[in-house]
């Protein structure tokens, strides 16, 4: 290879680092959340976790964990399903941070878990990730009868307490999935509530501390477009609830909102619980945020005294159901 080709190959077109960045000849390259692991039984939760296949054509799978202690289990569990973060265009679902993190909430809540692994952008611009994540949902509410593909999800669940879950985009995802939910329904499936973990909820215009970040703050406007190419902008309803009119449609009576004091997105969580309550939403909304620390600090300091609070705090909401 000549040098001329070498320097176009390294001759960067968007620099979103921490992130990613797109070089002028398509190479993407992914500056974290590329580590994988493979499922097992984890010897400190006893925790087992296997990986499916949701749709072979569209590349879409997730990892289902379901807690040993009690097997088989006496009495039906409840599902999270789960969506992970990473702005739509980093981490999978079988990440080493999220397989440990499902490994905990499966075992403190006594739950199944779903991990759904959606596709991500650029390679698969936004809203691919929403459209994966509802043919997940579509597949675990497939096995309500017993018959579906999977025996775990066949024997032991219980479609009566369906969660959703996500942090940053997969609570956005969540989010998506709860109004659509509430919207078209899904035969034999009651979602019992949903968590939001640092949400990614965005707008033009700048509430709270937002106006005092405009570095950050354009950041954010540029990745939303990066991921979303045909979008209108940061009031697109997809990452602006406030402009979404079918809000108040959201299918299910809890939510809990996880915000943490130095995060950007904050003031959004927070404005989403006033959202739902002025939107006619009949349900109970909670929100509790961790002080000083940043967005998905839980993810990066996952045995911090702070991140086993939040992890409490989701368990609780699980299991108060």
């Known amino acids: 290879m000549d040098s001329t080709s070498s320097t176009i190959d390294n001759e960067i077109a968007i620099d979103l680092t921490p992130l990613l960045k797109l070089y002028k000849n398509g190479r993407i390259e992914r500056l974290m959340g590329e580590d994988v692991v493979p499922p097992s039984l984890d010897p400190t939760t006893n925790v087992e976790s296997k990986d499916v296949i949701i749709s072979e054509e569209h590349n879409i799978s997730a990892r289902l964990f379901i807690p040993k202690t009690n097997y088989p289990p006496t009495q039906k569990l409840p599902i999270l399903v789960y969506f992970h973060g990473g702005a739509f265009c980093i981490e999978t679902a079988f990440s080493p941070n999220y397989h440990n993190y499902l490994n905990s909430v499966t075992s403190l809540a006594n739950v199944i878990g779903v991990s759904v692994n959606y596709r991500r952008a650029p390679e ?9 994540s509802w043919l997940a949902l579509k597949w675990v509410a497939s096995h309500v009868n017993g018959n579906g593909s ?90 602006n609830p406030a402009k979404d009119p079918n809000l108040g449609s959201l299918g299910c009576k809890k939510v809990l909102i996880c915000v943490a004091e130095k995060d950007l997105l904050k003031d959004r969580g927070w404005y989403y619980k006033e959202l739902l309550e002025k939107n006619g939403w009949n349900g109970v909304v909670e929100v509790v945020e961790t002080e000083d620390e940043d967005h998905v600090f839980h993810m990066f300091n996952p045995t911090s005294e702070k991140a086993k609070v939040l992890l409490n705090q ?8």
């Open 124 to 132: 698969h611009p936004v809203p691919i990730a929403y459209e994966d």
């Open 314 to 321: 989701v368990v609780s909401f699980i299991k108060s159901a």
């Open 150 to 239: 999977d025996e775990w999800l066949n024997q032991f669940a219980d479609f009566e307490k369906v969660f959703l879950g996500g942090d940053s985009a997969g609570a956005n995802i969540s989010h998506y999935l709860g109004i659509r939910i509430g919207k078209e329904k899904l035969d034999g499936v009651n979602l019992e509530g949903v968590v939001y973990i640092h949400p990614y909820f965005w707008g033009v215009d700048p509430i709270g501390s937002e106006s005092d970040r405009v570095q950050h703050v354009e950041m954010v406007h540029n990745l939303w477009r990066f991921t979303c190419p045909t979008t209108t902008g940061s009031d697109d309803l997809l990452i």
